[in-house]
């Protein structure tokens, strides 16, 4: 094992068993929960054994300095801690460890950076707890309203102003203006990198993707006597739309994903009034995802006239496609020798693109399962991220 393998290793035990759930061995690391507040301290206390003060958003986010925070033009690398429900161990805090890990290998050998270095926490990048994913960069950089996200709540009614503590303080320009790069590295979550012999990739672009709620409406009766060909049964056609949204995406070259749906009166011996199903769609272009959906919809509004039933198809939320600095992107796969590939999992870094010139770094995941306790990367490979983010602070820095 090499001795960076090694620290890795270490590190990463620290918080290995914060918020992991013993039956399922995923995460539940809710933003601003017990388990992300565990994480958060240990973020202070990595910030502190290497001297490096906090600085608080006021949103929840957190940076840690090396360098001056008020001589701008800094260089900030980071990702999130929090989890979606049963999370992996990977997604978020491997950017993080891997971030402090880097600023040691930067020490070690020798570098002072010219510029300022901050190593991010961002709050709530899931969307997990209070609904809006990169709910604390969307807020650092005013994509989000501090009004609008302080009455967002929880399961429990909580509000995220009332997890944080007090009002999110919004857009920080003063703040985010004085960075003049980030690079968030990540675990992959797709299998690109699996068959080759590159730990590492460089991000070309975050795939446009958004939310669609389907609504189908029929007529709740009895199982038991409705004869068959009386039936408006929203529950078929909710079936048939799956099986298209599928189809729909195969031919594309997309993805879609019906992950999320709930049934009313949900009985056994009712057929269903109404049907609610959530479509997840990304697809590489805007006009294949506008196609994709749109086809969906046909196919649902046709076999709903088969099936007497109503389909309402309702936009949730939409994010465009994000292309990454291209400059950026190509300078930093020529420095690692790394391949470049497109993703179609939204990021922290994919809302501070619009800001300034930002790159993703992915770390080899040979499942390429993600959000689910399979998500996995050696050990290896993760210190072979370290080593290329070092790479990378080292070039933006100087
Ligand atoms: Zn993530």
Same mark, same amino acid.
């Given at each position: ?11 990463w035990?620290? !918080?290995?068993p914060?918020?992991r ?33 906090? !600085? ?10 090396? +360098? ?27 950017? !993080?460890?891997?971030?402090?890990l ?17 190593? +991010?926490?961002?709050?709530?990048e899931?969307g ?20 609008? =996200? ?7 009614g ?10 999110? =303080? ?35 672009? !975050? ?61 056994t ?10 479509? &997840? ?21 046709? *076999? ?22 291209? +400059?950026?992107?190509? *300078? ?31 770390v080899?995941?040979?499942? +390429? ?9 050696? &050990? ?19």
């Amino acid at each position: 094992m090499s001795d960076l393998t090694a620290r890795f290793r270490k590190l990463w035990d620290e !918080i290995a068993p914060i918020g992991r759930d013993a039956g399922s061995g995923g995460y539940l690391r809710y933003a601003l929960t017990e388990p992300e507040l565990l994480l958060r301290g240990w973020f202070r206390d990595q910030a502190e054994q290497r001297g490096m003060p906090i !600085i608080e958003d006021g949103n929840g986010n957190l940076f840690a300095w090396w +360098g001056d925070p008020d001589a701008g033009d800094a260089v900030l690398t980071g990702s999130h801690f929090d989890s979606v429900p049963h999370g992996g161990a990977y997604d978020g805090p491997l950017g !993080i460890v891997s971030a402090f890990l880097a600023v040691d290998e930067l020490r070690e050998s020798g570098v002072t950076p010219a510029r300022p270095l901050a190593v +991010g926490a961002f709050v709530e990048e899931e969307g997990a707890r209070f609904g809006v994913p990169c709910l604390g960069s969307r807020l650092l950089t005013g994509a989000l309203p501090a009004e609008r =996200a302080a009455v967002l709540r929880d399961a429990d009614g909580v509000s995220f102003a009332e997890a944080l503590g007090h009002a999110p =303080a919004g857009a920080r320009p003063e703040l985010w203006g004085r960075f003049r790069s980030f690079v968030e590295l990540h675990v992959e979550q797709g299998r690109a990198l699996a068959d080759t012999v590159a730990p590492v990739a460089v991000a070309s672009a !975050i795939w446009p993707h958004g939310r669609w709620r389907f609504d189908f409406r029929g007529e709740g009766n009895h199982a038991g006597t409705t004869r068959m060909a009386d039936r408006r049964d929203p529950m078929l056609t909710y079936a048939f739309t799956v099986l298209a949204a599928n189809k729909e995406a195969r031919l594309r070259g997309a993805y879609a994903t019906v992950g999320r749906v709930s049934v009313e009166p949900n009985a056994t011996n009712a057929i269903p009034s109404r049907v609610t199903g959530w479509l &997840d769609a990304r697809a590489a272009e805007p006009e294949i995802l506008t196609g994709l959906v749109e086809a969906v919809h046909d196919k649902a509004v046709e *076999r709903a006239r088969r099936d007497g039933t109503a389909v309402t198809l309702t936009e949730e939320s939409a994010t465009p496609l994000v292309a990454f600095d291209g +400059g950026l992107a190509d *300078r930093l796969a020529a420095l690692l020798d790394a391949p470049v590939l497109p993703t179609g999992a939204g990021h922290d870094a994919g809302v501070l693109a619009g800001h300034l010139p930002t790159a993703m770094l992915f770390v080899r995941n040979p499942t +390429g399962v993600s959000h689910s306790p399979a998500e996995s990367a050696t &050990d290896a490979d993760c210190a072979a991220g370290v080593a290329a983010l070092a790479r990378v602070l080292a070039e933006l820095t100087c």
